[in-house]
């Protein structure tokens, strides 16, 4: 019997490929791992029963078309606004996702981003690397304190509350915001939206986008903020209104941004890259060797649960 045949949009580690080889026919992007244009996957796509996918495929009503005889996307994201699910499952193409194994990664990249907002560590960077310090001085690069100050995390889910159990050994204040009040949150303390925006020091945004998270930070929640506040994205671009957050980083409206996720990437705001109060990472929150590898392994351990009628592991659609 001929094996199913599989699409790997992007590189994964040769311990994934092997545990696919085998069970698989697989077109693979091993060797180059340059992004697939959307033409090349809806070519590649057309007689695959399966994909692996990464946070960057559009898979669209187009592409899903494109590919009559698809059986299980498995994408190697938590998020899944790439991926239309309503479109999936009305073709009754499974979609499975990668929660829990990049929760803690995750949370301690928004505490890097965090800091470094916080102290200016990049700005500091900067200034030593072209030479301009001259010699110690009281003011000197000042940033604000992270211990005892108030922490504001948009999304209360296991990012969020990953971030907030960090925030105890900073004896922080943490208050969220969801849709709705998490039951078992006893690091935090839930508030409406305008007032975590308005008491907090640091905003950290963990909401998966949709069309209701669209710009859900645009110029009315910055100017609630302090103006020596710092706010973090980890979530998605497309959360932050970008043009609104340079203007405010411009203005003084806020203090700082740390920035993992934009709207368009990987092109950016231009507007952001002269200031020096944005700290700008592309999109790394989730990227360790073993948080990588581990993403990887559980999108391909989907695909196999799948081809050998086994229950999927990590379903989203
Ligand atoms: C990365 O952004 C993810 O959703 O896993």
Same mark, same amino acid.
């Given at each position: 019997?001929?094996?199913?045949? *599989? +699409?790997?949009?992007?590189?994964?580690?040769?311990?994934?490929?092997? $545990?696919?080889?085998?069970?698989?026919?697989?077109?693979?992007?091993?060797?180059?791992?340059?992004?697939?244009?959307?033409?090349?996957?809806?070519?590649?796509?057309?007689?695959?029963?399966?994909?692996?996918?990464?946070?960057?495929?559009?898979?669209?009503?187009?592409?899903? /078309?494109? %590919?009559? !005889?698809?059986?299980?996307?498995?994408?190697?994201?938590?998020?899944?606004?790439?991926?239309?699910?309503?479109?999936?499952?009305?073709?009754?193409?499974?979609?499975?996702?990668?929660?829990?194994?990049?929760?803690?990664?995750?949370?301690?990249?928004?505490?890097?981003?965090?800091?470094?907002? %916080?102290?200016?560590?990049?700005? /500091?960077?900067?200034y030593l690397?072209q030479g301009q310090w001259k010699g110690w $001085?009281?003011?000197q690069?000042? !940033?604000?304190?992270?211990?005892?100050?108030?922490?504001?995390?948009? !999304?209360?889910?296991?990012? !969020?509350?990953?971030?907030?159990?960090?925030?105890?050994?900073?004896?922080?204040?943490? +208050?969220?915001?969801?849709?709705?009040?998490?039951?078992?949150?006893?690091?935090?303390?839930?508030?409406?939206?305008?007032?975590?925006?308005?008491?907090?020091?640091?905003?950290?945004?963990?909401?998966?986008?949709?069309?209701?998270?669209?710009?859900?930070?645009? %110029?009315?929640?910055?100017?609630?903020?302090?103006?020596?506040?710092? *706010?973090?994205?980890? %979530?998605?671009?497309?959360?932050?209104?970008?043009?609104?957050?340079?203007?405010?980083?411009?203005?003084?409206?806020?203090?700082?941004?740390?920035?993992?996720?934009?709207?368009?990437?990987?092109?950016?705001?231009?507007?952001?890259?002269? *200031? $020096?109060?944005?700290?700008?990472?592309?999109?790394?929150? $989730?990227?360790?060797?073993?948080?990588?590898?581990?993403?990887?392994?559980?999108?391909?351990?989907?695909?196999?649960?799948?081809?050998?009628?086994?229950?999927?592991?990590?379903?989203?659609?």
């Amino acid at each position: 019997m001929p094996l199913p045949k *599989l +699409l790997i949009t992007r590189r994964v580690y040769d311990s994934v490929f092997d $545990s696919l080889s085998g069970v698989f026919d697989i077109q693979h992007n091993q060797d180059k791992d340059e992004p697939l244009s959307k033409s090349d996957l809806l070519r590649k796509l057309a007689d695959k029963d399966y994909l692996l996918s990464t946070v960057v495929d559009r898979i669209d009503e187009e592409v899903l /078309a494109a %590919a009559p !005889g698809l059986k299980c996307i498995a994408s190697g994201a938590v998020g899944t606004n790439n991926i239309d699910l309503k479109a999936c499952a009305d073709r009754g193409i499974a979609v499975t996702n990668t929660p829990d194994v990049l929760t803690e990664t995750t949370a301690d990249f928004a505490w890097a981003l965090l800091m470094a907002t %916080a102290r200016r560590l990049t700005e /500091a960077e900067q200034y030593l690397r072209q030479g301009q310090w001259k010699g110690w $001085s009281f003011d000197q690069l000042s !940033g604000v304190d992270v211990y005892g100050s108030t922490l504001g995390i948009l !999304g209360m889910g296991r990012i !969020g509350s990953a971030i907030a159990r960090r925030a105890q050994g900073f004896g922080m204040t943490v +208050l969220y915001h969801n849709r709705r009040p998490a039951n078992d949150e006893a690091s935090a303390r839930y508030v409406e939206k305008d007032a975590l925006f308005k008491e907090s020091d640091f905003v950290v945004l963990v909401v998966p986008y949709s069309p209701q998270t669209h710009h859900i930070v645009a %110029a009315k929640e910055l100017a609630l903020m302090k103006t020596s506040a710092c *706010l973090v994205n980890i %979530a998605r671009g497309g959360v932050v209104d970008d043009k609104a957050l340079v203007h405010a980083l411009e203005t003084g409206t806020i203090r700082a941004a740390g920035l993992d996720v934009f709207e368009g990437e990987p092109a950016l705001d231009p507007g952001f890259l002269p *200031l $020096s109060n944005v700290v700008l990472t592309p999109h790394i929150a $989730s990227s360790t060797r073993a948080t990588r590898g581990a993403m990887m392994q559980l999108a391909a351990d989907n695909l196999l649960a799948h081809a050998q009628g086994r229950a999927l592991l990590t379903q989203v659609a």
